[in-house]
């Protein structure tokens, strides 16, 4: 028996129902005034343009990044959502959907006020809500208004809330709708926005996250169980409580067998159905959201990582690459980026304490300079056990230098000032500056081990790389206009836009001077030692402006970014620019020539068999808690950093042979960019030039004439 205050609650909500039907019917048949009728006109407003706006396919879109192959390496999206056609969406999902949700979905005008009634019925006899009466129609505003139109979670919830307003502005939407839309636009609508549960929208991503498949091929079974879940996303999740999903199929199956409907299935086909498993796919496959998991989502991350914040300093932030249904496909070479995973590794395999390994390649070019692979012997990942890091360690600057590679910009501002690399200079064992100071003491250097001293052209200095030499070659070229070459052939950020600690400057200044201001005003000797912190996708993109004639371009990942309809969308990249003459760029790549053949980095190229024209330069920090080396042949630059990535950094030592390197001390190390940063780079390089021509460095002399036939 129902108790007095249940009963008194029925009666209300009764009454209240009542209300509504009545205040609904009259609102439908006088025109919009103002106060409420004023929301509700606006909201008829925004929904009477839903035809065209889902024309335009404006609903929140899944934005999928790839390879320059079309192969996608990730997704982003605010709601997982495959907009999906009418064509494409089967009779068997059409008709799941209106024997469960709207029976008579094809026959009202957009409210059903026979449904309605027998819902009040059902209602007041049962003392609870045990039936609703809303229509598919307006199922889709609610819907559309919540997940589409609602900009925050506060319009979210005012789109959802049990008011009779929303009740009312909904009824007068879905009249709206159907007058403006065709039951086949509507449906499809309807089905294009509303969830199914574990983060999935539509029938698109639903047929993708529990079958595998798309829309087009879903059975009877799996048409049911799509059409049971959106009834309670939640407490209908198949995986989590397969006994009642099944249930509610099945219940959605018989549904579908009524001869009443409009699109119905045979009995036979029904009781078929109901004998077929869920069919669930486990793990679901709803595609992982952002950089982290796709396929080589642990190799192709860094990349990744580096395409959102090339895209963000375009115009295209987070929230449009989560709603914008963009296609972006990137430069990024799958050959070359395994071959730089898979060398990177072996060198310092993943777990490897307190040790990164990274590299970054680029192919040169006058028109552009295409990033081809952002990888690092850690783990793109957010496991900190299995040495994954999600922090960009590739293409950001890092707070640990590249050591002796920055004599590349001391020799070429000599160069630009007209010397020639095969001039020669001197190599004392020691020399003391008087243009540097160490605090207030004069400044003096020496020369590592193994470095003779000795006269020797300026190409030879650059294969044994003496201190001495060059830090007196930078008091003769200046050390402004050193700085600057750094700059102008590759290191735009990590000289202009970052402090001397390696952070990003702020927009207000508070975090400044550049670190390229701090050299110059502290007259800082040591730059031409690289000491100072570096990006290694700097590093190769400068070994890419040598090889480009001297024409630097910004580092770009994309290819070609389409939006939703498939149109191009026009980017504003940075322009290249010729950064020094042809002239001084080739003969600079001359002054690197030698590094692979008679210098620092020899051991290592021979171990591989390297027979191609190179250009190259190691470089290690006082410490060797860094170590690298930049090369590049015509068709590919590329750069590898080494480094202690720990919270407390140490020198790196070389393990020798196979053995992979280890932390030594504080004051320890004896990494050299000759180890294990140049045996990176060629047993990479080495199969990434497969099948590719050996090529001349530019400004090499012309090979003889053949001689005459006899």
């Not at 698109?204 to 595998?212: D, E, I, N, V």
């Not at 006994?243 to 699109?263: E, G, H, Q, S, T």
């Not at 190229?605 to 690298?628: C, D, F, L, Y």
């Not at 790196?652 to 504080?666: F, H, M, Q, T, V």
Request: charged residues 20%.
């Amino acid at each position: 028996m129902i108790g007095a205050g249940v009963r008194s609650g029925v009666l209300l909500k009764m009454f209240g129902l009542c209300v509504l039907a009545g205040v609904l019917v009259a609102s439908l048949m006088m025109p919009l005034a103002t106060g409420a009728g004023a929301v509700v006109n606006q909201a008829t407003d925004a929904m009477s343009r839903m035809s065209s706006s889902l024309a335009q396919r404006d609903m929140p879109q899944v934005s999928t990044v790839t390879d320059k192959d079309g192969d996608p390496i990730a997704y982003f999206f605010k709601d997982y959502r495959v907009e999906t056609p009418p064509e494409q969406i089967p009779d068997t999902m059409k008709a799941a959907i209106t024997a469960v949700e709207d029976k008579r979905f094809w026959d009202h005008g957009g409210v059903d006020w026979q449904g309605t009634m027998r819902a009040l019925a059902t209602n007041v006899s049962s003392g609870e809500t045990a039936q609703g009466a809303s229509t598919i129609t307006q199922q889709y505003v609610k819907n559309y208004l919540v997940h589409v139109v609602a900009q925050t979670e506060m319009d979210a919830e005012k789109a959802k809330e049990t008011t009779i307003a929303r009740k009312l502005r909904e009824a007068k939407i879905a009249v709206e709708l159907e007058r403006t839309m065709t039951k086949e636009e509507i449906l499809t609508g309807y089905l294009n926005v509303v969830p199914f549960g574990n983060q999935t929208f539509g029938v698109g991503a639903a047929a993708q996250t529990y079958f595998g498949t798309t829309p087009d091929k879903l059975t009877i079974a799996q048409s049911a169980l799509l059409a049971a879940i959106v009834n309670q996303p939640g407490s209908l999740n198949p995986n989590s409580n397969p006994a009642d999903a099944m249930a509610r199929r099945n219940l959605v199956i018989d549904l579908m067998a009524d001869p009443n409907n409009n699109i119905r299935i045979t009995p036979q086909d029904a009781e078929q159905a109901k004998k077929e498993p869920l069919g669930v796919m486990s793990p679901l496959g709803r595609p992982p959201n952002g950089c982290v998991g796709l396929g080589d989502g642990t190799t192709d991350g860094f990349f990744c990582s580096y395409v959102k914040d090339y895209l963000e300093r375009l115009g295209i932030d987070s929230d449009d690459l989560k709603t914008g249904g963009y296609t972006v496909r990137t430069t990024l070479d799958r050959k070359s980026s395994d071959a730089a995973k898979q060398a990177a590794q072996k060198q310092v395999p993943t777990q490897t304490e307190g040790i990164a390994n990274v590299m970054s390649v680029v192919q040169p070019g006058k028109d552009k300079h295409k990033v081809r692979a952002l990888v690092a012997n850690r783990d793109f990942g957010n496991d900190l056990s299995k040495g994954q890091s999600a922090y960009d360690i590739v293409s950001r600057v890092q707070p640990f230098g590249a050591g002796s590679i920055y004599k590349v910009f001391t020799a070429a501002s000599a160069m630009e000032q007209g010397m020639s690399p095969y001039d020669v200079i001197d190599v004392p064992p020691s020399y003391t500056s008087r243009v540097y100071k160490n605090g207030t003491a004069p400044y003096t250097v020496g020369n590592a081990d193994g470095v003779q001293p000795g006269p020797r052209t300026l190409q030879m200095a650059l294969a044994t790389s003496p201190n001495t030499a060059f830090v007196a070659l930078q008091e003769r070229a200046g050390l402004s206009n050193v700085v600057d070459m750094a700059a102008r052939l590759g290191l735009r950020h990590g000289m202009l836009g970052v402090n001397s600690s390696g952070q990003t400057l702020k927009d207000d200044g508070s975090n400044g001077p550049s670190q390229a201001e701090v050299i110059k005003k502290g007259n800082r000797g040591a730059f031409t030692l690289g000491y100072t912190p570096t990006s290694v996708l700097e590093l190769s993109n400068v070994a890419a402006t040598i090889m480009s004639d001297g024409v630097y371009c910004p580092p770009t990942p994309l290819e070609e970014v389409k939006d939703r309809n498939g149109n191009i969308v026009p980017l504003n990249e940075g322009a290249c620019e010729q950064a020094i003459a042809p002239h001084v760029a080739n003969q600079l790549a001359q002054g690197m020539s030698k590094d692979d053949t008679d210098g620092t980095s020899r051991q290592a190229a021979q171990a591989v068999g390297w027979n191609r024209p190179m250009i190259g330069k190691t470089g290690t920090t006082q410490e060797h808690k860094s170590a690298g080396f930049l090369a590049a042949t015509p068709q590919m630059a590329g750069a590898v950093l080494t480094y202690a990535d720990g919270n407390s950094p140490q020198g790196i030592c070389d393990g020798g042979g196979d053995a992979p390197p280890y932390l030594c001390g504080k004051h320890g190390g004896n990494i050299y960019g000759g180890k294990v940063p140049a045996r990176t780079w060629f047993d990479a390089m080495t199969r990434i030039h497969e099948g590719l021509p050996s090529a001349p460095l530019p400004g090499a002399p012309a090979p003889p004439p053949a001689a005459p036939p006899r």
